[in-house]
Structures are given as C-alpha cells and as structure tokens.
C-alpha cells in the first residue's frame, strides 16, 4: 500500500471478497527524507488512514537498501554509458515481486497484490500477463520481466476497472484519498527537476552539440543528462537554421563526447524502422515466432506498432516494423504484444536504419 488511491482501492476489494489482508508499505528510498520533495512521510499517513478506515493490519517494510543495490545502482551505471533507463520496470521484477514477494511469503501470505492495470489469467498450464480494460491506464509495460513464478503469486484487481471507477469506489468507501493525485515520475526523483538530481551523482563532461554533417551548434553539459528524441532544455532554441524548426537530440558519440542533434520532429534521423535489442525475457520462457505478426511498444503510453521478429538468438533479438518509430532509445524497453497478452520484452540496443 503506497498511500495512493489505487493500492487502497485493491486492499478494499480483497477484504470484500473475503481474503485476509495485511496491508505493507515500502520505503524504497531514504537518501533524502528531508527534502521537499520526498512525500513517503505524508504517504505512510495516508496508507495507515485506509487501512483504519478497511480494518486491515499495515506494518512498513524498509528496502531500502534492496532497490539502492539492484535498481539504483543499474539506474547510474546505464546513465554514464549514456543510455536511458527505465528503472521502474527494474523495480517491479527486483523489488516489488521480489523483495516484497520474499517477505510476504515468509509471513504466511499466498499471494501479493497491487495496484497495477493489469491482468493475469492462466492458459494451458501458463500464467499470462494482460493488458489492463482501461487502455490509458494499462501498466503491462512496466510488468513485461515478471516470471512464471512471480505472476503465479500476483494478484492485480484493478485489472477489469477503469480509473474513474477507482477513485468513486474509494469516495463511496470513504477513503481519505479518494482524490489524491496520482503520483509521477521515478520515485526516487520525485517531482525535483531530473538534471537537478542527476547532478548529484554524475559529474559533468561538455562537450559539443553537432549536426549529422559536423556543424558545431551549442555545448552540452554531460551525455548522460541527454535522451534521444529530446527537445527541451539544450540551450540553442535560437539557432534556429533555414528550416527555422526546432531542435531534437537524435544521437549520442560517446568515443569524442558529441551530442547529434537534427531539427524538425520526423527528422530522418529520429526514426527507426527496425531496432537490435537485448537481455530479452518472454514470460512464458519461449521466445516469439520470427515472422509472426505482432505489436510492440518502445516506449510507455506509444501506441502498439505493428512488427515482426527478423532475428532472435541468445537473448538478443531484432524487430523490424511496419511504420518506422520516434525517437528509438537505447537503454528503454520494448515490450511485445500478441493481441491483449504481453510476452515480454528487451532492453533497446538501437535504432536501425
């Protein structure tokens, strides 16, 4: 239970069909308790509020420790090679059904549950993950490196509701936090600016911004604190060339310490018909059909795009797609989908041309 209206509303449902729930807050961060920032006080308030009000046992659990060696420390390490990570996929496999996983079982418990939009149904012996009814709500991308073991203890009742749904039963329930908003963002970062916290933990490395031709246009302050397909924040808005469109961060040249950037959104640049990936993992422990049409997303809230497998050997794998995609980034995830079920995914190599 993390204070929010979605875990609260899932320890309600299961009180209500009869399950015994034991609600458990995470603490997963506590590097800066103090800064205005850091809301984990106020939501530990508001999940020992719920659980009053359902008349269900809370207890904290710090992981502290857990998320600073599995996922923070994969979350830097990705940053200074230059990638963009997506630490939250991390910490669902790592921590939250995992680290929580262990402890819930050894304080009895059959199973976890959480606020997640998604679904799992078991086929032919196989646990499947699926995609939540509420579309913009759907959090299968976040769940893609679940294993067989892990859906097998997972529970998510908010699968068949839309949010709205949600937040009225918490209102008819008299839930404090019936309104409260969705929390954003990593949670560790919070809502401080991302450069600001990144700062911290990463030195600074300028360098020069260019063009694919070589044409010097402005400084950077460190690749790391650049993705690709970005547009805000580099400094040059008003050099603008003959095009007078906007500039986009479409690459990286670790060796030389260069930011690429092209001007224009559907810069040829920034889209990428195929992409290598790797470290793949497909919940049924089979890999996909080459050839088999199926849908795929590079990044979290995309549209599914329609695709193909080329190559897909020794947890590495290529995707060709039928439209190229935006701004291909490597260090995220794509997540492949046969129809509503999720199969799992990899972690973006790079775009292909």
Known sequence: MSGGVDSSVTALLLKQQGYEVTGLFMKNWEDDDSDEYCSSRQDLLDAVS????????????????????????????????????????????????????????????????????????????????????????????????????????AMFPLGQL?????????????????????????????????????????????????????????????????????????????????????????????????????QGHDHPKLLAPRLSALDSHWISGIAPLPDHPYAAKTRYRQPDALCHFTRIADGRCEIAFDQAQWAVTPGQSVVVYDGEICLGGAIIEQGLG
């Not at 397909?229 to 260069?258: T, Y």
Request: aromatic letters at 10%.
């Open 50 to 153: 719920v659980a009053d009000t359902i008349g269900i046992p809370i207890e904290a659990v710090n992981f502290a420790g857990e998320y600073k060696e599995r996922v923070f420390g994969y979350f830097l390490r990705e940053y200074q090679a230059g990638r963009t990570p997506n630490p939250d996929i991390l910490c669902n496999s790592e921590i939250k059904f995992k680290a929580f996983l262990d402890h819930a079982i050894q304080l009895g418990a059959d199973a976890i549950a959480t606020g997640h939009y998604a679904q799992v149904r078991e086929a032919d012996g196989l646990f499947q993950l699926l995609k939540a009814r509420d579309g913009s709500k759907d959090q299968s991308y976040f769940l893609h490196r679940l294993n067989q073991a892990q859906l097998g203890k």
């Open 162 to 262: 839309l949010k709205s749904e949600v937040r009225a039963i918490a209102e008819q329930h008299g839930l404090a936090n019936y309104a409260k908003k969705d929390s954003t963002g990593i949670c560790f970062i919070g809502e401080r600016p991302f450069r600001e916290f990144l700062n911290r933990y990463l030195p600074t490395k300028p360098g020069e911004m260019r063009t694919p031709e070589g044409k010097v246009v402005g400084q950077h302050i460190g690749l790391s604190f650049y993705t690709i397909g970005q547009r805000h924040g580099l400094g040059i808005g008003g050099a603008r060339e003959a095009s007078g469109e906007p500039w986009f961060v479409c690459g990286k040249d670790m060796p030389n310490n260069r930011l690429i950037v092209v």
